[in-house]
């Protein structure tokens, strides 16, 4: 098959250009390398390679000429970030997923799957499920839920989507630079100098952390397994349904803290329901935290 994957430089991206390329597909790779929180980007050789952005339809519309399936991970990924330039996100979330879509529909793709994110939920009932009203508590959030609408809306023109919602996807190649790295990466990184970690506020907000390795997973069995029409053009969750405390992670990390104020717009907890996840696309995690957080204590 021929993949073209937006944002495949990039973390989760280039995991799942390593996994594509492992199964023998072909890969087609646009990113403009526009995340600040990342170290390096991974550009594999392996891959046709083109440094672009998405928001430019001219420049991106004949690669997709010949395209099977797309995996959509470009973004503006950050919350904090997003508050303090929303224009810039939602132009890269909405107008570049709105034009990743039309290419994909007029180039006659079979599939497009779209990266969420669990933090359409918000401040929403616990455990998170797909069926739950959604709770946007910032303008990421928002281009998030956008950007599913305009899958549901392709969807029922004819191109196949599937929208998967990542909880706090962690692991190698995570953004670590910065004030607005991934809460693991700034760990990692903090670690590594001797530091003592980060923890906002009271350290009493828990999140569903998911290891890129199975998100990568869910990305390419999403595009390549069959689905009934019933089960496309909807959100899926990507998670492990549990979840630990900034506080519990320090705990497991054995290292001192130090804390910095609550920031604003996020929310107090994620916990997916990964019902509808397991029985229609056939996905479940296999990689945990608590391996994670012993290996990097060593």
């Known amino acids: 098959m021929i993949v073209l994957v937006t944002g495949g430089a990039g973390f989760i991206g280039s995991h799942t250009v390593d996994l594509l390329i492992k199964q023998k597909h072909t890969v087609i790779v646009i990113d403009n390398e526009s995340a600040q929180a990342n170290s390096k980007?991974?550009?594999?050789?392996?891959?046709?390679?083109?440094?672009?952005?998405?928001?430019?339809?001219?420049?991106?519309?004949?690669?997709?000429?010949?395209?099977?399936?797309?995996?959509?991970?470009?973004?503006?990924?950050?919350?904090?970030?997003?508050?303090?330039?929303?224009?810039?996100?939602?132009?890269s979330n909405v107008i570049g997923t709105a034009n990743v879509?039309?290419?994909?529909?007029?180039?006659g793709v079979k599939r497009v799957v779209f990266s969420s994110s669990s933090s359409v939920y918000g401040n929403g009932p616990l455990p998170n499920k797909e069926g739950n009203e959604l709770d946007p508590l910032n303008p990421y959030a928002v281009s998030k839920v956008v950007g599913e609408d305009l899958c549901k809306m392709y969807n029922s023109l004819g191109l196949e989507t599937i929208m998967l919602r990542y909880f706090n996807v962690y692991g190698p190649r995570q953004p670590d630079k910065g004030p607005y790295a991934t809460v693991l990466g700034k760990f990692q990184s903090?670690?590594?100098?001797?530091?003592?970690?980060?923890?906002?506020?009271?350290?009493?907000?828990?999140?569903?952390?998911?290891?890129?390795?199975?998100?990568?997973?869910?990305?390419?069995?999403?595009?390549?397994?069959?689905?009934?029409?019933?089960?496309?053009?909807?959100?899926?969750n990507v998670g492990t349904g549990h979840n630990y405390s900034m506080n519990e992670i320090a705990k497991m990390l054995g290292t001192k803290k130090t804390r910095v104020d609550k920031r604003p717009a996020e929310s107090q907890e994620t916990l997916a329901d990964l019902k509808n996840t397991g029985r229609t696309i056939g996905w479940n995690a296999v990689n945990y935290l608590e391996t994670y957080l012993k290996k990097l204590k060593t």
């Open 101 to 107: 879509l039309r290419c994909a529909r007029e180039a």
């Open 190 to 236: 903090q670690i590594k100098k001797g530091y003592a970690v980060t923890v906002v506020g009271d350290g009493s907000q828990k999140r569903d952390f998911t290891y890129v390795e199975d998100v990568a997973r869910a990305n390419v069995e999403a595009a390549f397994k069959f689905q009934k029409p019933e089960n496309l053009g909807k959100p899926y």
């Open 41 to 91: 980007f991974y550009w594999d050789d392996r891959a046709a390679n083109y440094k672009l952005d998405i928001r430019d339809y001219d420049s991106i519309r004949h690669l997709f000429n010949g395209v099977d399936y797309v995996i959509h991970l470009a973004a503006q990924a950050r919350i904090q970030p997003s508050l303090l330039n929303p224009s810039e996100t939602i132009e």
